[in-house]
């Protein structure tokens, strides 16, 4: 399982990352964002694993489930997550059911996708697609990776901001 970051520190990072006059910022530094980015690093759901994530997942975090980070409790989360009709009385769950669409249309296929930090299956096209198919993942030049993560400590030691940064054109 990749390294996890907390919501919280990812959720300040994000206005640093993406700075003013990004497009579509509002959608990709607001705490939707930071969340979806953690549910997507605490499933696994990182570019080359072959694991991806459904934004109805984010819905079904809590706060509770968030504080397992071992990678056995991740696991089965993520399994759980996308079991047909699992989790439907979940309590504490960040956001309501419903609360997919702006996961899916504003955080990520107007924001995360559009600047290149989460990526889409190759060859699907999301209309034939069932919905319960995940077909996101982070993108891999955004991912931290341990040795990255070990740079960007280095580079936010010496200058205050994270050194993580999207994928560039």
């Known amino acids: 399982m990749p390294f996890l970051i907390p919501a919280a520190t990812i959720a300040k990072w994000l206005p640093e990352i993406f ?5 579509n910022r509002t959608y990709i530094v607001r705490q ?14 990182v570019e ?4 991806w994530l459904r934004p109805d997942q984010v819905t079904k975090m809590t706060d509770s489930q968030a ?7 991740r696991e089965k989360w993520a399994v759980e997550s996308v079991t047909p009709g699992g989790m439907k009385q979940l309590r504490g769950r960040w956001y309501a059911a419903n609360t997919r669409e702006p996961i899916r249309d504003e955080t990520l296929r107007v924001g ?9 299956r190759t060859g699907c096209r999301p209309l034939l697609l069932s919905p319960d198919m995940p077909w996101r993942a982070i993108s891999s030049r955004f991912c931290p990776s341990s040795k990255r993560l070990q740079l960007n400590r280095l580079r936010s030691s010496q200058n ?10």
């Open 67 to 73: 504080a397992k980070t071992d990678d056995r409790s």
């Open 32 to 45: 939707m964002a930071a969340r979806t980015i953690f549910v997507m690093l605490y499933a696994g759901a």
């Open 160 to 169: 205050g901001k994270p050194g993580i940064s999207p994928r560039t054109p």
């Open 19 to 23: 700075p003013e006059g990004t497009a």
């Open 48 to 51: 080359g694993t072959n694991r």
């Open 112 to 120: 995360l996708v559009a600047v290149g930090a989460v990526v889409e």
